[in-house]
């Protein structure tokens, strides 16, 4: 199985900061790199698909980046609405794996 | 637009049989591009796959190794839904359930269901 893992685990942050999220894998998958949102309650909400392919409706201060093993999510300027937990989901084999999740919390 | 819509119980006993079903709208089980996934989520396992059906031309199946022996997820294309089985559990068996569509050449996961939360307790 490819493992994906997510640094840091949690992070604090104000109101229109740059914000970067990592994720690894084991090994290479390409650009099979997809990001979650999801806030409490709720399920998951993608946001990139393909590495840096922004889904339709998501705002464009969403970013990601990186091919292969090493990827980014960046958040350019933090709102409100964007506390909350992200993850990183490889589609490149099944099994499907996810990372273990980075929640954005208010400084 | 798609949209999944789970049902079934919220509490099973430990060593019976948890059952839950997922309705699909804007799409069908039959597909020749989507796979029909379940995954769970619990805070000692985070968001886990447990597995997928999909047609193309014929059905197929895949499960995750960690539930092989005990999961099977069936699609019903008379009511254009999918459900999970997952025999003899145990309270580790206890999370949110999302039923979930998986398509594309990437393979995202682009519809979800609200999710359901089983608790296996006696």
């Known amino acids: 199985d490819i493992q994906m893992t997510q640094s840091p685990s949690s992070l604090s942050a104000s109101v229109g900061d740059r914000v970067t999220i990592t994720c690894r894998a084991s090994q290479s998958i390409n650009n099979y790199l997809n990001w979650y949102q999801q806030k409490p309650g709720k399920a998951p909400n993608l946001l990139i698909y393909a590495a840096s392919s922004l889904e339709s409706g998501v705002p464009s201060r969403f970013s990601g980046s990186g091919s292969g093993t090493d990827f980014a999510l960046t958040i350019s300027s933090l709102q409100p609405e964007d506390f909350a937990t992200y993850y990183c989901q490889q589609s490149y084999s099944i099994p499907l794996t996810f990372g273990g999740g980075t929640k954005v919390e208010i400084k | 637009q798609v949209q999944v819509q789970q049902s079934g119980p919220g509490l099973v006993k430990p060593s019976q049989t948890l059952s839950l079903t997922c309705a699909i709208s804007?799409?069908?089980?039959?597909?020749?591009?989507?796979?029909w996934n379940w995954i769970r989520q619990s805070p000692s396992r985070g968001l886990e796959w447990l597995g997928r059906?999909?047609?193309?031309?014929?059905?197929?199946?895949d499960y995750a190794v960690s539930v092989k022996s005990r999961i099977t997820i069936n699609p019903d294309t008379s009511k254009n839904q999918f459900s999970l089985q997952l025999n003899s559990v145990t309270p580790e068996d206890t999370a949110v359930y999302y039923c979930?569509?998986?398509?594309?050449?990437?393979?995202?996961?682009?519809?979800w269901g609200q999710g359901t939360l089983v608790t296996v307790s006696s």
């Open positions: 979930a569509r998986h398509i594309g050449a990437f393979g995202t996961i682009d519809s």
């Open positions: 804007g799409d069908s089980v039959s597909s020749n591009s989507a796979a």
């Open positions: 059906t999909y047609y193309r031309s014929k059905w197929y199946n």
